[in-house]
Every structure is written in structure tokens, then in C-alpha cells.
């Protein structure tokens, strides 16, 4: 499943030209597999893309005790937890890689074991603030929370009870945690400020076949009922929509015409709106999209990235590098991350215009504005970007990088993109189906 391959050299300038298949969303699959520890019978998970991220998963479900095997269809998982038992510490930090997967299994374990683990990954990876909202969110339902030098333990000595939970901002991981851990809490759950994201919504129809009882309001408010038993589920995937998103952008950046098998619109509704907005061509069809550059110059645009239903924070990098050839000035406002315009500097070193400011630009003040983080970019255009060497910083920008790579006149040696396949599945069988042009080296 790992990529042995370090770095690619791509002689851009040629349109991506073609189909590709999607499988099953990085950000759904992954939670669907913790859930499979709830069960007490196995589960079956179809159309799991072959990448790190799952991989991660899968070695810290077998340390758990839960027997992974693969199943007769290509992509299909099957998951068997009925010998759940407790881990080392050392053995979850050793396969927990710089995933922040593990403070999902908290709940569950807490349920069939009464403890949990999860490593001290280091300030940098997992610092206490960006598990707050899970910390509490876990003391809220009668867990008990001990800081060790090698980590955080967890107990819950009386059992978990249903609470009412208010989140200060509608954290994908934290609206997770919730669910995964009140199905079986005894009693009801209230959620308010939940986030709604489609990945979300499919991890409740997951938990609904495993017996769950939730209910989701129209205001960000979930009730769940907790009950004493889960069975396994048997589940196809949500689509991977920040895959969709990425390839549509990479169809733009490069003139191409790219068919992206296995996307559907009601969950990229949102993604559309933008694409048509600076000039993209896309048609809809009943097995994908097909996205591609309209052949006349593009238009700016401005984007401010938000929790579902705005604009994914994960779709704004792609979608920057078709930005740095719209004809004016587009702007990005980025209010979930706090630092996620690193990756700009590779296409500024290509030829790209770009400036990051500290200030909330175009939009509302958020809760970025007023300190000293770069979260607003004004993206000028169009300029020629040129090949340059470039090392991936990241997932989302590493995609990017790729992307301004194949679109840029004349060679790029892009290093480091073993982190690209975290998330996009023989991302390097797709380019070479797209008819890119470029060679792998060890
Ligand atoms: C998920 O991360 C996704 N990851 C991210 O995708 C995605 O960008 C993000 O949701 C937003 O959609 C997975 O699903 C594995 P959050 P998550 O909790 O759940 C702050 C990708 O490229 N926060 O919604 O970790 C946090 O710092 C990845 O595929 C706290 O302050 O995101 C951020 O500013 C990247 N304390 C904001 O909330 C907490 O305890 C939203 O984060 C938790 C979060």
C-alpha cells in the first residue's frame, strides 16, 4: 500500500486528458473502520482506497485485537472485533504515524474495554489544544482523563453516560468523537454546534445500521439514544470528494478534460457553484463528473473556506494553482486553518503571484483575524508558471504542487510525494492514465 517512490520529474505543459476512478473518501473510510470496533459482530467496508491513511487504521485495529481481512471484492474490508482487547502504548505510537485517528478509538475502546490509550505524539503532532474539544467532550461523558509522561490515559470506571455537548466550533474529529462514543453511552446525547459534513452524515447512516437510534435537526443539533448492543454493518463508502474537487482543479490548471468516475453533485454543490464561477466546464452523469477548461481565458474569483455547507478548506490549494492563471485578482479567505497557505511559496518560486495576509480579506472577521496567522491570500493572474524543484510540505498542498508541476512550461522535480498517497489513491497510475509525462525516481 506505501509509495516507494520519493520524486517524480514532470515535463509540464501537456492538458490531463482522460477517466478516473474514485474510490471510497479518505475522511469517512477511516472513522468507519474505529466504528467496527463498536459492533459486536464483524462489519464489511467496500470501496476502501488503497492508501497510508488506511493503513494506519488497519495496524491500529490489529493492535487492538480487531482481525482485518480483505474481502472477495477489490476495496473490501472486513473487519472482526470480537477479541477487542488493550494495547501498549508503545505499540500505538508506533503505528498511529502523525494520524490523529487514534482520539477516535477513545470512545469505543471505553466502551469495551473501560480504557484507552493514546501516545504522547510529540507538542508539534498532537499538542493538547488541538484535542481540546475531544477532551472535554470525553470528561463530559464521565471519562476520566490522566495526563503520563508518555501520554494521555483514559478510564471510565463508572461507565459513560449521555451529556449535553456544546461545541465552540464545528470540529469535524469533535462531532465524531461524540457520535462514536454516545451510540452506546447510556442515555441521551445533545449535541449542539455539530459539524454536518456528508463524510459525518455517512458515519451516521454507518451507526444506524449498526443499530444506532440518531436523530439529526436542521440547526447543528444531533440526539442520539444510547442502547445497550451494535452489531457489524455491511457499507459502501461515501465518494471521495476532496479527490473529486482536486482532479476537477488539476482539469483547469492543465487546459484538460478530465472524467472523474464515482463523483456526484449533491455532495460537491457547493465546489460546482465555485467552478462554474471561474469558467470551468463540468457535466453531470449518472456514474461521474467531467470537468474541464473552457478553452477561453479564466475568471478571479473569491472563495472564503468554512465548514460544510461552505466551501472545503480542503478543495481551496488545488484550487488556488487554477487561480494563478483566472485573468485578475482572485482572493482566498481561509477561516479553518489557521496556517494553510505554506504551500503558496513553491508557486510563488514557479512564477505565481501571490500574497498572504494576516487580515480577514473580502469576507466576515474570523477567528483568525487580529493575530498573526497568514490566512487570506490575493492570488494575481494570469502569469506562466515555470518548472521549478519543489518538496511537498503536505497532502492538499502536495496535490497542489503537483498540479502547478504538470501545468508549468518545461521540467519540475517534485520531492517527498509519498505523502501525497496519505490521501490519493496510485495517484501516480492516474497521472500516467491522464497521459502526463514524467519519471519516477526511487
Ligand atoms: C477533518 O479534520 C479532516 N480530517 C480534514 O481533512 C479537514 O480539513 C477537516 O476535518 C475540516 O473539514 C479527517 O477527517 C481525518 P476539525 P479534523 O476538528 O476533524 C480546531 C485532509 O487534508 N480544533 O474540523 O481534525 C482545528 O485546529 C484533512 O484530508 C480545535 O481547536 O478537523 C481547526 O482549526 C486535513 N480543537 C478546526 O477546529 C480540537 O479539539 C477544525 O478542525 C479540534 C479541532
Not at 45 to 68: A, C, F, Q, T, W
Not at 154 to 178: C, D, F, H, I, W
Not at 301 to 312: A, L, N, R, Y
Not at 361 to 367: F, I, K
Request: hydrophobic residues 45%; contains cysteine; aromatic residues 6%.
Amino acid at each position: 500500500m506505501g509509495l516507494s517512490v520519493d520524486r517524480i520529474t514532470i515535463n509540464g505543459g501537456k492538458p490531463l486528458l482522460g477517466r478516473i476512478e474514485l474510490k471510497g473518501a479518505k475522511n469517512l473510510v477511516t472513522k468507519a473502520m474505529v466504528a467496527s470496533v463498536l459492533g459486536e459482530t464483524p462489519s464489511v467496508l467496500k470501496d476502501v482506497p488503497n492508501i497510508s491513511d488506511v493503513r494506519i487504521v488497519r495496524g491500529l485495529l490489529e493492535v487492538h485485537g480487531v482481525r482485518v481481512v480483505e474481502g472477495v471484492e477489490e476495496g473490501e474490508l472486513i473487519f472482526d472485533p470480537s477479541n477487542v482487547e488493550s494495547a501498549h502504548f508503545a505499540d500505538i505510537d508506533a503505528h498511529a504515524g502523525s494520524s490523529r485517528i487514534p482520539i477516535l478509538f477513545c470512545g469505543p475502546l471505553l466502551h469495551r474495554l473501560g480504557e484507552a490509550f493514546i501516545p504522547d505524539l510529540g507538542g508539534c503532532r498532537i499538542g493538547d489544544r488541538p484535542i481540546d474539544f475531544h477532551l472535554e467532550v470525553l470528561r463530559k461523558f464521565g471519562a476520566v482523563v490522566e495526563k503520563l509522561p508518555s501520554g494521555i490515559r483514559m478510564s471510565a470506571p463508572n461507565g459513560l453516560r449521555g451529556a449535553k455537548v456544546e461545541l465552540p466550533y464545528p470540529s469535524v474529529g469533535a462531532t465524531e468523537q461524540v457520535l462514536l462514543t454516545a451510540v452506546r453511552a447510556e442515555g441521551i446525547t445533545e449535541l449542539k454546534g455539530a459539524a454536518i459534513e456528508p463524510e459525518i452524515m455517512d458515519l451516521i447512516n454507518i451507526l444506524q445500521k449498526m443499530g444506532a437510534i440518531i436523530t439529526v435537526d436542521t440547526d447543528r443539533v444531533i440526539r442520539i439514544e444510547g442502547v445497550e448492543r451494535l452489531e457489524g454493518y455491511t457499507h459502501r463508502a461515501l465518494f471521495d470528494r476532496n479527490e473529486a474537487a482536486s482532479w476537477a482543479s488539476a482539469a483547469l490548471a492543465t487546459d484538460g478534460d478530465i472524467f472523474v468516475g464515482g463523483a456526484r453533485q449533491s455532495e460537491m454543490l457547493t465546489f460546482l457553484n465555485v467552478f462554474r464561477k471561474v469558467g470551468g466546464q463540468f457535466e453531470i452523469h449518472d456514474d461521474g463528473i467531467r470537468f474541464w477548461h473552457p478553452g477561453t481565458p479564466l475568471n478571479p474569483v473569491f472563495i472564503e473556506t468554512d465548514v460544510h455547507p461552505g466551501f472545503m478548506t480542503d478543495w481551496q490549494q488545488p484550487l488556488v494553482v487554477a487561480l494563478t492563471q483566472a485573468q485578475g485578482v482572485s482572493i482566498v479567505h481561509e477561516t479553518v486553518y489557521e496556517q494553510r497557505f505554506g504551500f503558496v511559496d513553491a508557486l510563488i518560486d514557479m512564477g505565481a503571484e501571490i500574497q498572504v495576509h494576516k487580515d480577514c480579506l473580502g469576507g466576515q472577521a474570523c477567528r483568525f483575524g487580529q493575530r498573526n496567522f497568514n490566512h487570506s491570500a490575493v492570488i494575481v493572474g494570469p502569469r506562466k508558471l515555470h518548472g521549478a524543484d519543489i518538496e511537498v510540505p503536505d497532502l492538499r498542498g502536495g496535490f497542489s504542487h503537483l498540479i502547478a508541476a504538470l501545468s508549468a512550461e518545461g521540467p519540475s522535480t517534485v520531492s517527498n510525494v509519498g505523502i501525497i498517497a496519505r490521501g490519493y489513491e496510485n495517484f501516480i497510475g492516474k497521472l500516467q492514465q491522464l497521459g502526463a509525462d514524467f519519471v519516477l525516481e526511487g
